[in-house]
């Protein structure tokens, strides 16, 4: 039986989610990145953040499809009894991420605009550095 892609998409969101965690992991303690990797990685970033917007619209349309057309209930663990009900909060809440990932989006693009062209010059070791316009 075809999933629909289904199985798939869950494996892509969990690898992101594995994904962001080593990034975490690897930059917790890392003191001599120099700011046009930072840069680097913020575009990254800029770009996962651009493409929330659209995962959570069709995240949306999957509920609103299977709220159409297949037959739903719910399992006696929550208070809500109503899929259909269920399934309205669920998608205010993902447009509401929606417009909080599209602000995202804006503000890591602005980190990455404002950290594009600084030049590092290597580690400051507590010595008075050179003028590098100098000849």
Same mark, same amino acid.
């Given at each position: 039986m075809d999933d629909g892609g289904g199985l798939e998409a869950t494996a892509h969101a969990k690898a992101a989610r594995e994904h962001v965690f080593g990034f975490n992991r690897i930059t917790m303690w890392e003191r001599d990145r120099i700011p046009a990797e930072t840069s680097d990685q913020l575009a990254e970033f800029a770009d996962i953040a651009a493409a929330f917007p659209q995962a959570f619209s069709q995240l949306s349309s999957t509920l609103e499809q299977a709220l159409a057309n297949q037959v *739903?209930?719910? !399992?006696?663990?929550?208070?809500? +009894?109503?899929?259909?009900? $269920?399934?309205?909060?669920?998608?205010?809440?993902?447009?509401?991420?929606?417009? *909080?990932?599209? !602000?995202?989006?804006?503000?890591? +693009?602005?980190?990455?605009? $404002?950290?594009?062209?600084i030049i590092s010059q290597g580690v400051d070791d507590g010595q008075e550095s050179m003028n590098w316009d100098q000849p």
């Amino acid at each position: 039986m075809d999933d629909g892609g289904g199985l798939e998409a869950t494996a892509h969101a969990k690898a992101a989610r594995e994904h962001v965690f080593g990034f975490n992991r690897i930059t917790m303690w890392e003191r001599d990145r120099i700011p046009a990797e930072t840069s680097d990685q913020l575009a990254e970033f800029a770009d996962i953040a651009a493409a929330f917007p659209q995962a959570f619209s069709q995240l949306s349309s999957t509920l609103e499809q299977a709220l159409a057309n297949q037959v *739903l209930s719910m !399992d006696s663990m929550p208070d809500e +009894s109503d899929p259909s009900m $269920a399934i309205g909060v669920a998608r205010l809440h993902l447009e509401e991420a929606r417009g *909080l990932a599209v !602000d995202l989006h804006k503000h890591l +693009s602005a980190a990455h605009n $404002a950290t594009a062209h600084i030049i590092s010059q290597g580690v400051d070791d507590g010595q008075e550095s050179m003028n590098w316009d100098q000849p």
